[in-house]
C-alpha cells in the first residue's frame, strides 16, 4: 500500500511556529517517525509539503498518475477557500483524509469551515500528529476490509 502525506503553507515551520498550538515537533520529525509508523504497518508513506497552491495540486494530480492507494491531507491555510484543491482532490477519485492538526473548530471563525473536506473520506482534527496515525489506520483497516494486502 502506498499513501502520501500532503501538507500545505507554513507547516514546514512546525515546530518553530504557534508551539502552543502546533506543539514542538518539527516537520522533518514528524514526516520521519510516520514514516517508521507506517513501515511498521506494511505501509509505503511519501512525505510532501508546499506553500503553493498550484504545487499541491500538481502533486494530487501526481498521486493519481503514480497510483498511490489514498492520500492524508493538511491543507492549512487552504482549507477553508481553496475550490482548486478541492475540484483536484475530486478529479482523482482517490481516497482523502484530512487532518488538522489543531481543533479548526475551537479556534477562530474562519478556520471552523472546510471546503476541502467534502472532496475527503473523512476529517481528523485537534489530536496533534496522534491524527496523521489515525489517518493511516484508516487506510489500513480499509484494505484489510476490501480483502487487498499490505505491502
Do not use: W
Not at 522533518?28 to 509505503?44: H, P, Q, S, T
Request: net charge negative; charged share 20%; proline share 3%.
Amino acid at each position: 500500500m502506498k499513501i502520501m502525506l500532503l501538507q500545505g503553507p507554513n507547516l514546514n515551520f512546525l515546530g518553530i511556529r504557534e508551539k502552543n498550538v502546533y506543539g514542538l515537533q518539527g516537520y522533518d520529525d514528524i514526516c520521519r517517525e510516520l514514516k517508521e509508523y507506517a513501515f511498521l504497518k506494511g505501509v509505503e508513506l511519501d512525505c510532501f509539503q508546499s506553500n503553493g497552491e498550484g504545487e499541491i495540486i500538481d502533486r494530487i494530480q501526481q498521486c493519481y498518475l503514480e497510483k498511490y492507494d489514498g492520500v492524508i491531507i493538511n491543507p492549512g491555510a487552504y482549507t477553508h477557500y481553496s475550490y482548486a484543491i478541492f475540484d483536484a482532490i475530486k478529479s482523482t477519485n482517490l481516497p482523502f483524509v484530512e487532518v488538522h492538526l489543531s481543533n479548526i473548530h475551537t479556534r477562530e471563525e474562519f478556520r471552523h469551515h472546510s471546503v476541502t473536506a467534502p472532496a475527503c473520506v473523512g476529517q481528523i482534527c485537534g489530536f496533534g500528529t496522534m491524527g496523521y496515525k489515525m489517518a493511516l489506520g484508516y487506510f489500513i483497516e480499509n484494505s484489510l476490509d476490501s480483502g487487498e494486502e499490505n505491502i
